[in-house]
């Protein structure tokens, strides 16, 4: 804990800063760059397979069959997903995956995207409700993996800053709450998902927007089921690998593999850790790595 309250140290020296137009800008900003230096983005095309000679990676494989044979190869997937599935055919790949599925993985998230009929300059772009329990709130997440009664709510108020991301006259929200993930909290978010929602709804209306439901112009949900279909992440985890002390900054997944000396990784799962910040600062670490080795 008091490693990580550090972050709040260097956010309230820094700031908390939103790229307007959203997270998606900042994704685009790094794209133009890399095409011009003559990159290509392949998009709608998952990768099913890093293969290797030896203790190099020398081809990549995607879902339409489409292969390339690269100097070096970088994964932002889900680490175990990299491990387990990406190099599946290797032994280093089974040998990882045998030895992450013995970590302990972050919680879940389950969120709540909605835009309202509405301007709400009052609600702030950052804010967390607190519900009536703390420590156990944060046990029954952590350890009991139960789908709790009660519950905390970020909630993210982005038009109030950045009035470009809804329509005029119109707020987008997000509401996120965090959840047990798959391995420990095993329940159909087909059917839970709803009647989730629709609590977390009602207890901002009862909190802060009395006629929230009727306000409603669009919302959809995201569950931990998502998070394991969409992004491959590893029992639906939001974070990759609990922060925990051994297994946070270098105890994490290493920038370069330490056995496919080509072969790099990047994101939530690597050092320094999740979260937009950290895994930028991943992305620069193993950007750095990559020009060094190649230089050489």
Do not use: C
Request: no cysteine; proline share 6%.
């Amino acid at each position: 804990s008091a490693i990580y309250a550090l972050i709040h140290k260097l956010e309230k020296d820094g700031g908390v800063w939103w790229a307007r137009g959203g997270t998606n800008r900042l994704a685009a900003a790094m794209v133009r760059p890399f095409e011009r230096l003559g990159g290509e983005v392949r998009l709608h095309d998952p990768v099913v397979r890093v293969h290797t000679i030896g203790n190099r990676a020398t081809e990549v494989e995607t879902a339409s069959g489409w292969k390339e044979r690269f100097n070096a190869v970088a994964s932002n997937g889900d680490l175990m997903h990299t491990y387990r599935d990406l190099l599946g055919g290797t032994k280093r790949g089974s040998e990882q995956a045998r030895s992450l599925a013995k970590k302990r993985f972050s919680p879940s998230l389950f969120v709540v995207h909605f835009g309202l009929e509405g301007t709400w300059p009052g609600i702030p772009h950052h804010m967390i409700l607190f519900g009536p329990r703390y420590k156990g709130l944060l046990d029954d997440i952590y350890d009991h993996g139960v789908l709790p009664q009660d519950f905390s709510i970020y909630l993210h108020h982005p038009t109030v800053t950045d009035p470009s991301m809804a329509p005029p006259g119109k707020s987008t929200f997000y509401a996120l709450v965090p959840v047990a993930h798959m391995g420990k909290l095993a329940v159909d978010w087909g059917e839970v998902g709803p009647m989730l929602e629709k609590r977390i709804l009602d207890e901002l209306g009862r909190r802060l927007i009395p006629d929230i439901h009727d306000r409603i112009v669009t919302k959809f949900h995201y569950a931990p089921k998502d998070f394991a279909t969409d992004l491959s992440a590893h029992l639906g985890s939001a974070f990759s690998l609990e922060p925990v002390l051994t297994q946070s900054a270098y105890f994490r997944g290493h920038n370069r593999d330490d056995v496919i000396k080509n072969f790099y990784l990047v994101g939530a799962g690597t050092h320094p850790g999740a979260g937009i910040p950290g895994v930028v600062a991943s992305a620069k670490t193993t950007a750095g790595l990559m020009i060094g080795d190649l230089s050489e």
